[in-house]
């Protein structure tokens, strides 16, 4: 298992999409990884877009005061509610500097935004915030996944067996 050791943060808040929350974590979790899922309120049960749940362990502002190897951002609606949260842009703030391995799909794009670390950075999203991401100052990519150091962004659902392909290698590089 590649991964043994390394302890892993997904952020999580309603309408999260099921897929890039769980694909995810249950890949991490199979190459040894410990991965925890902080949301605004610590053991709430939050619901995907299409109805799948997931349960928090913690909240943004414990996560904020634990280390992690690295972070995971999922896409669906959940991204505009959990940016508004000055622990999580505190938190994708420090894990930039200390340059560990950050990942975002879809829609997560927008905590990176308000965490203002694009600037200068190559990455992908859904289509539909590119010229969010242009705004902030990143060169966007059509790609299934962009690897910039220790960011590592994808487009979709259908893009995951690249995007964690691609981020375990930061994550065991790391």
């Known amino acids: 298992m590649r991964l043994t050791g390394k302890k892993v943060l997904s952020f999580i808040h309603h309408d999260f999409e099921d897929l890039e929350l769980w694909y995810p974590i249950l890949r991490l979790r199979e190459e040894g990884a410990q991965v925890d899922i902080a949301g605004e309120e610590s053991g ?84 539909g915030i590119k010229d969010d991401m242009i705004n902030a100052g990143a060169e966007w990519f059509d790609e299934s996944v962009v690897v910039d150091g220790h960011l590592v962004s994808s487009r979709r659902p259908p893009d995951l067996p690249d995007y964690l392909r691609e981020f375990i290698k930061v994550l065991e590089n790391s």
């Open 44 to 127: 709430v049960e939050y619901i995907g877009k299409y109805g799948v749940p997931a349960t928090s362990d913690l909240t943004y502002a414990q996560a904020l005061g634990n280390e992690y190897d690295a972070v995971l951002v999922p896409g669906g609606w959940a991204p505009d509610k959990i940016r508004r949260f000055p622990d999580v842009l505190q938190l994708v703030r420090r894990m930039d500097e200390q340059q560990k391995p950050i990942g975002q799909i879809c829609h997560a794009g927008w905590v990176l935004i308000s965490a203002d670390i694009l600037t200068g950075r190559k990455v992908t999203s859904t289509p």
